[in-house]
């Protein structure tokens, strides 16, 4: 079956790091650019980062610069985001989504979603 | 950043009429847009991209069209399950940006 299962998300301090995990099954996850997106309670959707499929470029929104790190395992077939430096705004449902192409950044599959909660 | 912003912000329809989504781009984005749906408790799912091309599995009541930054989503006859919250996005620039988001309510 074709999915995308992410974890990791849970409460987190104010100044904390989390590592959330995404892992893909049903195609073949090397060949295919790899997304975060995420989404504060009530409010739309937020592009967060993207490693391409091709030639291992990443790129950050401006928000996630410096603070967090988007990385893949194709052997484990999963996409890895490093958090650190959390605030409330980080706080959102965290999605995995696969891109159409190795660089196709618009994404035909996405996961449930995992939530991160920043708060004290 | 491109900012993209959707028009109106909720759309009130009846079943079986056509309902017209907006999205403009603060600067152009030549083709480079998509469409999302997403329903309440669920991820959203692509629609459209390249302003008009159907993802796999979309009805043909979906279509996009515009160019630059004007840019349309037309669902042709509303279905039950098409009430829904639509997202546009634009992926001509760093970084991707999404737009606020039309809910399409039930009239």
């Known amino acids: 079956e074709v999915q995308l299962v992410e974890s990791g998300g849970r409460l987190v301090q104010p100044g904390g790091s989390l590592r959330l995990s995404c892992a893909a099954s049903?195609?073949?996850?090397?060949?295919?650019?790899m997304s975060w997106v995420r989404q504060a309670p009530g409010t739309g959707l937020e592009w967060v980062s993207v490693f391409s499929g091709s030639d291992a470029g990443t790129y950050y929104a401006d928000s996630v610069k410096g603070r967090f790190t988007i990385s893949r395992d194709n052997s484990k077939n999963t996409l890895y985001l490093q958090m650190n430096s959390l605030s409330a705004e980080d706080t959102a449902v965290y999605y995995c989504?696969?891109?159409?192409?190795?660089?196709?950044?618009?994404?035909?599959?996405w996961g449930r979603g995992t939530l991160v909660t920043v708060s004290s | 950043e491109v900012v993209m912003t959707q028009s109106p912000a909720t759309l009130s329809v009846s079943p079986g009429e056509r309902a017209t989504l907006s999205c403009r781009a603060s600067?152009?984005?030549?083709?480079?847009s998509a469409w999302y749906q997403q329903k309440p408790g669920q991820a959203p799912r692509l629609l459209i991209y390249r302003t008009s091309t159907r993802a796999t599995g979309i009805p043909a009541r979906f279509s996009g069209s515009g160019s630059g930054t004007e840019f349309t989503l037309t669902i042709s006859s509303l279905q039950s399950e098409d009430f829904a919250v639509y997202y546009c996005?634009?992926?001509?620039?760093?970084?991707?940006?999404f737009g606020g988001g039309t809910k399409v309510e039930i009239k």
């Open positions: 049903g195609f073949t996850f090397s060949t295919y650019a």
């Open positions: 600067q152009s984005i030549a083709s480079f």
């Open positions: 996005q634009q992926y001509n620039f760093w970084p991707l940006t």
């Open positions: 989504a696969k891109g159409l192409g190795a660089t196709a950044w618009y994404f035909d599959l």
